[in-house]
DNA sequence: GACTGGCACTCGGTATCATCGACTGCCAAC
DNA sequence: GTTGGCAGTCGATGATACCGAGTGCCAGTC
């Protein structure tokens, strides 16, 4: 494939209708181009432009005597050549407000954040938090329920809360539980819970029944969802398109958090910011794109945030959104 | 309004009206009607019954010489006529399933049950977790998290963990987290959170403030979003309607969990199992239904379950499907 | 008196067809 | 290289006719 570099007209022409097209999410001919008032040029120049565009793979057209729509590869270049987007003076002035007044639950801070985002963009908004293994274990403690039932609860650094239900053989009374949290916290305290596994035997065997419990049940749910993720303003994704299938198959995805978290792992993996159509991965969203962005707490990636809307969606504006409220997130975080 | 008890002829094309109706989603005609198993008349008879039914408010016509399709007022005959429900042997047996695998968080379990529900009935689910008033303090502790920030953490009785981020206007060093910790504690195991307001203070003005910050973090959140919630196969909503905008709009609903708790909360209140149309008290849902069912844990109320469905649900299916769960998962709940 | 078959009538849905208009590609002229 | 002009394409729109499912009514039958 030979790739030319395009012109300065072609790139004008392009971007019109690439924006044009976003905006009216009706297939462009020539003479609004040639109306805008980035070119120039007449409707018969740009419309020998845009046959060599759909050549070279950035347009196509829906049908003979339609106008033309981007492809996949031509959103691309679109979004690559976009200037620094920025957020305007009422949505920025939004996000800060809402991170003043936010305060409370980390969880329920991460999930207004969702509504946040959405409300910005008007797409579906994905938040993943913190991961456990980022946080060290600052207290660790194992409480009776029942008398074979018992729950262990972690403290983390970063305020999230891990907890899993014991189930155990026998009874076991408080002091029992308490000693076995003890031996546990004096491992794990100040390390994360990866490090579980390695914590060693007490020695007493009725206390160590209850810390081999509890670490098993730490390595039990480790590989699977270990990421929590909220997903907010999936509704807007029906205003989006108007196949009610469509929106089916799209609301079907953002249902499985596994699949929303690697995806948005996969797409930061690959060094992107954003994913356009088949980039995804996912051949359900092939009519949709994710702005993905990371967000840190004290200078670490804690985790992601990311929108999903049609490919046809506002990159401008959900890159600039999503920037600053990854920002936003991960100072209102990092001073606790 | 004159109510006339219908007779048996009636009563028969009524049922077959509303069941052909839940099948197909056509308005359904007096020859349909007439070769049901359940109904030996003519269709001529059938016309004028149905012409009766529709007078009496039963029945309504989307338009001259179109079938019949039930009105609000028949749907709830109909569910009121219906005989007990019960759930076929394959799908009970995934209930039974479901539940002797289920283990590990209460939360998790409650979520996934959303998506049993969902996948048994092809509507959307929603499951109302156990109120923390429900259960008893067992421990309660104070984790410092910064210097001005710490996490206050209860663990109750039926497994629920409430945690509050207190902001601290000055710095407080583990000693003083754990001796405010130990005093809330002790006026606050074996009561529910809701006595905490009654709290005393201890004595000490430096613990006092913490314990204050707790006390009021507890009160704080109390009125607003104090139950958990979870929605699952919200997806299958799109498959129920055909115009997008209802998708939409019903989506929009069941992300407002404030809106959801109180939704299942009144037709539970009203003493209703199945809330139907306009009954469910919410504009948007006038094309949607609603089937709740309490479940409690060791013989009290501690939570709620429901389908959401178009008003044409399958009403037996999801009344059986919807008892058997709440009656699983409380059972499994109580067991701990 | 209750039920039924028959009949005229209604009306939404579908198919057909012509028209319209927004495009394009191409070409000759500038 | 650019442009105006022009023939041609094709989806969208609207008018028209037709079909069929369904109704209400009525006269006839049991």
Redesign the interface.
């Given at each position: 494939m030979v790739v030319v570099m395009l012109d300065e007209r072609k790139t004008s022409i392009l971007r019109a209708v690439v924006e044009e097209y976003i905006h009216t999410a009706q297939p462009v001919g020539s003479s609004h181009v040639a109306a805008s008032s980035q070119v120039t040029v007449s409707s018969a120049t740009v419309r020998n432009d845009m046959a060599t565009l759909e050549a070279d793979g950035y347009l196509q057209q829906p049908h003979t005597s339609a106008g033309r729509i981007p492809t996949e590869k031509g959103y691309r270049w679109f979004v690559d050549a976009l200037a620094e987007p920025s957020l305007d003076r009422a949505a920025s002035q939004q996000v800060r407000a809402f991170f003043n007044r936010a305060?409370?639950?980390?969880e329920q801070m991460l999930d207004d954040t969702t509504r946040l985002l959405s409300g910005l963009t008007d797409y579906a908004a994905v938040v993943v938090g913190p991961a456990h293994e980022g946080g060290t274990v600052?207290?660790v403690?194992i409480?009776?329920?029942?008398p074979?039932?018992a729950?262990f609860?972690a403290?983390l650094?970063?305020?999230v809360?891990e907890?899993?239900?014991l189930?155990l053989a026998e009874e076991a009374d408080e002091a029992r539980l308490a000693s076995a949290a003890a031996h546990v916290s004096r491992h794990l305290v100040g390390s994360t819970l990866a490090a579980a596994p390695s914590v060693p035997l007490a020695g007493a065997p009725d206390v160590d029944r209850v810390v081999t419990a509890a670490v098993s049940?730490l390595a039990?749910?480790e590989d699977a969802e270990t990421d929590h993720v909220f997903v907010?303003?999936?509704?807007?994704m029906?205003?989006a398109?108007?196949?009610?299938?469509s929106?089916?198959?799209v609301?079907?995805i953002?249902?499985q958090q596994l699949v929303v978290v690697s995806l948005l792992r996969d797409v930061l993996d690959r060094g992107l910011t954003v994913a356009i159509g088949t980039e995804t991965g996912i051949h359900r969203l092939a009519e949709c794109s994710v702005v993905v962005a990371p967000y840190e707490v004290e200078g670490e990636r804690a985790g992601t945030i990311g929108v999903l809307g049609p490919t046809r969606m506002n990159y401008s504006h959900a890159l600039a959104a999503v920037a600053v409220v990854s920002n936003r997130l991960g100072r209102r975080l990092s001073e606790?």
């Open positions: 305060h409370g639950e980390i600052r207290s403690q409480v009776g329920l029942a074979r039932v729950l609860v403290v650094g970063n305020g809360v907890k899993r239900t189930e049940a039990d749910t907010g303003g999936a509704s807007r029906a205003a398109f108007d196949a009610v299938e929106v089916r198959s609301l079907a953002l249902e606790g």
